[in-house]
């Protein structure tokens, strides 16, 4: 589809500018006129993919990232506002009052704040994605693209009651996980900071010790004594050394090869891959029910599936599922030739397009792995948390032998 940059006129008076994807000229002169303004000048950017690279760029992630640390917003409130916003124009609240009145009622100032300039926009003549999509660090892809598809099918009012649902679903996936990993990642903490303590305070005092003593020391101490000198005083090294990898991860990330080999290893790696998939699997197969549900065509949803997903490789595969059905595949087909979807969902997908109910059984498919990830989690931290015990008290009991096993000797030796 093709990329123009232009410029345009208010009937306020105001220019603005920017970049849209549209599929004519005469697309965005209408879209222009139903905001109230007039297109002075249109030019289509020939590598419109190149576009979308400088506005999605390092620098507009790296600001994005630290929008999302320094102005926190959390999920719940998200989701009480999407709640809310549904309520209310589902009940035939005009989307401005909507936006007017949930802004004052917002307790945390920077969400009242962007609830402003979000009403304030529509009411100069944004979409309420476009509004929206000015604040990336408040509101997803995803979150914006439904919202678009919403307003484009004349279901914003549904689109808003299922994205409450599915940001409700979600927050509740995220509370279990977060409850399960709290303890392992305490104790690992805990490990770390023991550890930390052995190696740079009391170690250092016990090599004080034994160099005055000047007694041979057994391997397993000296191991353990040069380990501590070079923490302490070669760490800046070591610390240079974190950072330049990760700066190099970074950029490497940056690629559009590196991120989609890495997001094709993840899913790879043993026990955390399957569960990542298995999350995968679960927005998925909800958006793609939500988006049915609202009325939008199938090839459609995939692409705004695919926009949304942030697996590189998931995301490949979606687009070429849209491609396959776009030249008359079936969705089970085009999936099953994907590779990536496992069986029960393909038999699934499959009863559905038969009895004319697929956003309904994508719903159960999302149930369902949902239901996996959270037994899966629960599974696995039952087992981490007594061997993490064991392997900690192992490595803080070597520490410990190491340190007074010339102790010992000295011990036996004067018996």
């Not at 009937?11 to 005469?26: C, H, P, Q, R, Y």
């Not at 303004?37 to 950017?45: D, G, K, Y």
């Not at 790696?269 to 549900?293: C, E, N, V």
């Not at 096993?405 to 011990?411: D, N, Q, R, V």
Request: charged share 20%; aromatic share 10%; with cysteine.
């Amino acid at each position: 589809m093709p990329v123009f940059q232009y410029k345009a006129k208010r009937f306020d008076g105001k220019t603005i500018a920017g970049v849209i994807e549209l599929d004519s000229e005469m697309t965005l002169i209408d879209r222009l006129h139903r905001k109230n303004a007039v297109l002075l000048s249109a030019s289509q950017i020939e590598d419109g993919r190149q576009a979308k690279i400088t506005k999605s760029g390092f620098g507009e992630k790296l600001r994005t990232r630290f929008n999302k640390i320094f102005n926190s917003i959390s999920s719940n409130e998200i989701l009480l506002f999407t709640h809310q916003m549904a309520a209310m124009f589902g009940a035939g609240v005009p989307l401005s009052r909507c936006l007017e009145s949930l802004g004052k009622d917002l307790k945390n100032k920077k969400f009242r704040d962007i609830v402003s300039e979000i009403h304030r926009d529509i009411e100069s003549g944004d979409d309420l994605s476009e509004a929206m999509a000015k604040h990336p660090h408040v509101f997803s892809k995803l979150y914006i693209n439904m919202i678009h598809a919403g307003e484009s099918s004349g279901t914003l009012a549904t689109i808003l009651s299922q994205l409450s649902f599915y940001q409700e679903t979600a927050t509740e996936v995220r509370g279990k996980l977060k409850a399960a990993l709290a303890y392992p990642i305490a104790l690992i903490s805990f490990t770390l900071v023991v550890m930390l303590i052995l190696l740079l305070v009391i170690i250092p005092q016990f090599n004080q010790i034994y160099s005055r003593l000047n007694t041979p020391l057994p391997l397993p101490t000296k191991i353990l004594m040069k380990i501590s000198t070079t923490i302490r005083y070669g760490y800046y090294w070591y610390l240079i050394g974190f950072f330049s990898l990760w700066v190099l991860w970074g950029l490497i990330l940056q690629t559009s090869w590196g991120r989609y080999t890495w997001d094709r290893l993840k899913l790879r790696i043993p026990i955390i891959g399957p569960i990542i998939l298995k999350g995968i699997f679960t927005q998925f197969s909800r958006t793609l029910s939500i988006l049915l549900k609202s009325g939008l065509p199938v090839i459609q949803s995939l692409r705004i599936i695919s926009e949304s997903t942030p697996n590189a490789y998931i995301k490949k595969k979606v687009e070429e599922c849209a491609i396959k059905i776009q030249k008359g595949a079936t969705i089970s087909e085009a999936f099953a030739e994907g590779e990536v979807f496992p069986e029960l969902m393909l038999q699934m997908i499959s009863s559905g397009e038969e009895s004319g109910t697929l956003f309904a059984m994508l719903a159960k498919v999302a149930d369902f792995y949902q239901q996996q990830v959270s037994t899966t989690v629960a599974t696995l931290t039952s087992i981490i948390e007594p061997v993490l015990i064991v392997i900690m008290g192992l490595i803080i009991g070597s520490i410990a032998i190491s340190v007074f096993l010339p102790i010992f000797k000295m011990g036996g030796a004067f018996h």
